[in-house]
Nanobody
């Protein structure tokens, strides 16, 4: 049974930082492309950042220079360090795992809420 369990969300003031973590089980983690998505109320889910099995990363334009995605294959975890947070970063953040050779094997976590407000 595949599980992706996110943690680290919460309420933070503008300009603050949060670190999200996602612990994966039930998959051969090192083979998977991992990503963070987010969905704000009334909006579509969007890709925030991704990291391949080889460590290549990509970011949504609005988070470049503020967010950093990383992975620890030994611990089967992926993290998202979020700095200089803005109110528009408020959303539910979801961990995603995709097998790049068999995209049908795509899994989602339950999400963790990030709220940026003063």
């Amino acid at each position: 049974q595949v599980q992706l369990v996110e943690s680290g969300g919460g309420l933070v003031q503008p300009g603050g930082s949060l670190r999200l973590s996602c612990a994966a089980s039930g998959i051969t983690f090192r083979h998977y492309t991992m990503a963070w998505y987010r969905q704000a109320p009334g909006k579509q889910r969007e890709l925030v950042a991704g990291i391949t099995s080889g460590g290549s990363t990509n970011y949504e334009d609005s988070v470049k220079g503020r967010f950093t995605i990383s992975r620890d294959n030994a611990k089967s975890t992926v993290s998202l360090q979020m700095n200089s947070l803005k109110p528009e970063d408020t959303a539910r953040y979801y961990c995603n795992a995709e097998n790049p050779f068999a995209p049908r094997y795509t899994y989602w976590g339950q999400g963790t809420q990030v709220t940026v407000s003063s």
